[in-house]
């Protein structure tokens, strides 16, 4: 990674040879500046040519991501009776693609229906972090059909 080298006026004078210490720093910064390296200015969104208003240039990334990519989210079920807390991470062995499934256990505090994900046997690759809260699956993981369900995001 380039380094940012802020070059003060003082050392660039007119009618006079450039240092070759500053033009480094010429030949570096513009290495620099799209690197992100520290100090460096930053590129403003309106001096990317992306053909479309920012938000529509987002978007279609999203909309062109693979599912289970990094960045992608999904909603998944964990394989162990582990409770994970938002912001906590799972590596996607440990968890199952889910969907919602309307059952006809009572949950008693409240005697609503209780909603619960149903799981499958296929596994995201990667590390994902909890968006949610996941309950982990309800009947210790042996059984496919009842893992508990939350939002997850790829992290690697």
């Known amino acids: 990674m380039a380094t ?12 006079k040879p ?3 210490i500053d033009a480094l ?4 910064n513009p290495v620099a500046i ?15 040519q992306t053909g479309t208003p920012e938000r529509d240039w987002v978007l279609a990334r999203n909309a062109d991501a693979l599912t289970g990519a990094v960045g992608t989210y999904a909603f998944l079920g964990e394989t162990t009776t582990t409770v994970t807390e938002p912001g906590g991470t799972r590596a996607g062995s440990g968890l199952r693609y889910a969907g919602v499934y309307k ?8 005697g609503g229906t209780f909603v619960y994900g149903t799981g499958s046997s296929s596994t995201p690759a990667g ?4 968006m949610g ?12 059909a009842f893992y508990g369900a939350t939002l997850w995001l790829r992290i690697a």
């Open 18 to 20: 450039i240092r070759s």
């Open 133 to 144: 809260r996941s309950f982990g699956a309800l009947s210790g993981g042996e059984d496919p």
């Open 103 to 110: 059952g006809n256990v009572t949950w008693s505090t409240t």
């Open 25 to 28: 720093s010429i030949r570096d």
């Open 127 to 130: 590390t994902w972090r909890c």
């Open 4 to 15: 940012w080298t802020t070059i003060p006026d003082s050392s660039l004078e007119p009618g």
């Open 34 to 48: 799209t690197e992100g390296a520290v100090g460096a200015p930053r590129i403003a969104a309106a001096a990317l």
